[in-house]
């Protein structure tokens, strides 16, 4: 009997322990794996469109809420802010009544 070689014993050992786990189960064509990571591609440009468009938004509300809290503490409305205690406008007045 001759003795083989301590690497060659491992290499028949890997092929028995490859051969026994069977083919991988989800071996696809290239083709269709290259159309799948297209697919991912595509996904992931239409995110970062996504991802900008809600960005600018932000952007935008951002800009306009500056604006409202601008106007809203001009002093031309400090008068309603100001009144510690009592409602500047009662909407349930008459018209014609004047505040003090």
Do not use: F
């Amino acid at each position: 009997m001759t003795c083989l070689p301590t690497s060659s014993v491992g290499l028949i050992l890997l092929l028995i322990g490859y051969a026994a786990a069977g083919p991988e189960p989800d071996v696809r064509p290239r083709a269709v794996r290259s159309s799948a990571c297209q697919e991912h591609v595509n996904l992931h440009n239409r995110l970062d469109v996504v991802e900008k468009k809600v960005e600018d938004t932000v952007g935008k509300l951002e800009a306009e809420l500056a604006a409202l809290l601008d106007a809203v503490e001009a002093p031309k409305w400090r008068p309603m802010l100001d009144n510690t205690g009592k409602t500047a406008v009662d909407i349930l007045e008459d018209p014609g009544t004047v505040l003090n």
